[in-house]
């Protein structure tokens, strides 16, 4: 952000001095839910419409795959080969 507003575009020493961001996003096929895997290994999931958080799943390893299936399962693939299958059919924004 600094280079560009300074006027400069962004070079690979700007890159490779910063830690890497990796966040994960999936969305269900019937556009209600978005996921997002963050850094540490939680998900949290969102309504699309509103943004409202409805649910999050606590770290238990580095996240390698997020996606959902047809029924609305939210599937979460970790690095230790551990695969966590979340149900969202009936969820409601936390209060």
């Not at 390893?61 to 939210?74: I, M």
Request: with cysteine; proline share 4%.
């Amino acid at each position: 952000l600094r280079a560009c507003l300074d006027g400069r575009g962004p070079t690979q020493s700007d890159a490779a001095d910063r830690p890497s961001a990796r966040v994960l996003v999936a969305e269900s096929a019937d556009h209600r839910f978005v996921a997002l895997g963050l850094r540490t290994g939680a998900v949290v999931v969102l309504d699309a419409a509103s943004g409202a958080r409805l649910t999050a799943v606590e770290a238990s390893g580095r996240l390698e795959r997020l996606a959902f299936n047809a029924e609305s399962r939210l599937v979460i693939g970790r690095s230790n080969g551990r695969v966590q299958v979340v149900l969202l059919e009936d969820l409601r924004p936390e209060p």
